[in-house]
């Protein structure tokens, strides 16, 4: 593998339109773990420096998180809301949320990924960089692209209150579903299956269900309807 070290943000996203087997890398815990989805030819694009970090208040209970911004930093912030700690909590290894980003658990846009089912339901947005200049843009909208752009940082209303709930066979293993909900927006993250949202618990019929390590489909799907018929209370 290669690895870039642009000096600018709009440098990284040029580079990653111009390099298809490429990926951002930031605190790296995806990108550079064994068994990962890259290999010998894929680029790396060092965004560190180049983006926001840190958590800071922005009036009417509005706070902005730089991309950069750890998932432990999250956990240690008197700022952030409970229910998007539980989610950073979702990520059992200490080690691993000293490194894993924020804006790299909602890039990467995995179908186990801790955070864009919840930062969804919230109505989160973030402003990014694009080949084409600076955007901002909903999680929810972002999370059923494939668009390359870089996220620099997310804006947060920490008045809204939500639950999220996590299942896996175990605390360390992929998340098998995360589900969330606020003010009648919920939102489904199943793994082996496109992430959905909508206005309705029924959404989890909405869900294209695969069996794999993880589970059943019959199993995934179970858990989905239950989750939501009992508002979030397991």
Not at 101 to 111: A, M, Q
Not at 209 to 214: A, L, P, Q
């Amino acid at each position: 593998m290669v690895i870039f070290r642009p000096e600018t943000a709009l440098d990284a996203v040029k580079l990653r339109k111009a390099n298809l087997d490429s990926v951002y890398l930031a605190g790296g815990t995806d990108d550079l773990r064994l068994g990962g989805a890259i290999d010998k030819d894929t680029a790396l694009i060092d965004i560190n420096g180049l983006v926001d970090k840190g958590i800071e208040e922005k009036g009417n209970g509005i706070i902005k998180v730089g991309a950069l911004t750890t998932l432990q930093e999250m956990i240690d912030s008197p700022l952030v809301p409970s229910a998007i700690k539980e989610a950073c909590r979702f990520c059992s290894s200490f080690e691993r949320r000293n490194s894993a980003t924020v804006g790299g658990n909602i890039g990467l846009r995995r179908d186990d990924s801790y955070l864009i089912a919840l930062f969804s339901v919230l109505g989160v947005t973030f402003h990014s960089i694009t080949p084409h200049g600076e955007e901002d843009k909903s999680v929810e909208e972002y999370a059923s692209t494939h668009c390359r752009r870089l996220i620099t940082y997310f804006l947060i209303d920490t008045k809204k209150k939500a639950w999220v709930r996590r299942f896996g066979l175990t605390s360390t293993s992929h998340a098998v579903l995360i589900a969330a909900s606020c003010d009648n927006n919920y939102a489904l993250s199943v793994k082996g299956s496109p992430f959905v949202s909508g206005s309705t618990p029924d959404i989890w019929k909405d869900v294209q269900y695969t069996s794999d390590i993880t589970g059943s489909k019959e199993y995934k799907e179970y858990l989905a309807k239950t989750v939501f018929s009992l508002g979030g209370n397991l």
